[in-house]
């Protein structure tokens, strides 16, 4: 499948009804599908339309990919203000320029990757137990918040916006 960045201007997409336009277009490293980044988060219960008009995207076996569209329903938890599991609070979510994370003292590092799986973020946890992630630099969208220590990991979604 060629690089659809060039082509993001091809899709179209809709949250109930309402233009969410695309910051960025990226293949996935299977190269079995594409990864639209939008510029607004998605909330569980939005009705997500996706729309494809032709322009020069080839499927994976060479083939141009023909007009489609198609709707669904998001059915997962995005964006809530506050995430806590076993003790630690992430917050806030969505987040700007400045994640926190509290209650961190059983854990060694933290790692934060984003949806292509590309590792943006790594570094070793303090003992203060609480922890200020300046994430002015991340692009807008969802990343994966990971805490480990050698014997397990703790893992959270999060939104940039």
């Not at 510029?39 to 494809?52: E, K, L, N, P, W």
């Amino acid at each position: 499948m060629a690089d659809p960045s060039a082509q993001a201007s091809n899709f179209t997409i809709t949250v109930n009804s309402t233009p969410n336009p695309i910051t960025s277009a990226a293949l996935n490293p299977t190269k079995r599908s594409i990864i639209l980044t939008l510029s607004s988060a998605i909330q569980s219960g939005d009705v997500v339309t996706i729309s494809y008009n032709p322009g020069s995207l080839n499927s994976a076996i060479g083939v141009p990919v023909s007009a489609f569209s198609s709707s669904v329903t998001n059915k997962t938890n995005t964006a809530v203000d506050v995430i806590s599991n076993k003790a630690i609070i992430l917050y806030p979510n969505p987040f700007a320029d400045r994640l926190f994370i509290s209650n961190t003292n059983n854990y060694k590092w933290i790692k934060i990757v984003d949806m292509l799986g590309k590792e943006v973020l790594q570094t070793q946890l303090n003992q203060s137990g609480a922890l200020e992630i300046n994430t002015s630099k991340l692009k807008k969208g969802m990343y994966i918040i990971i805490l480990a220590n050698s014997n397990n990991q703790t893992i959270f979604k999060a939104v940039k916006k």
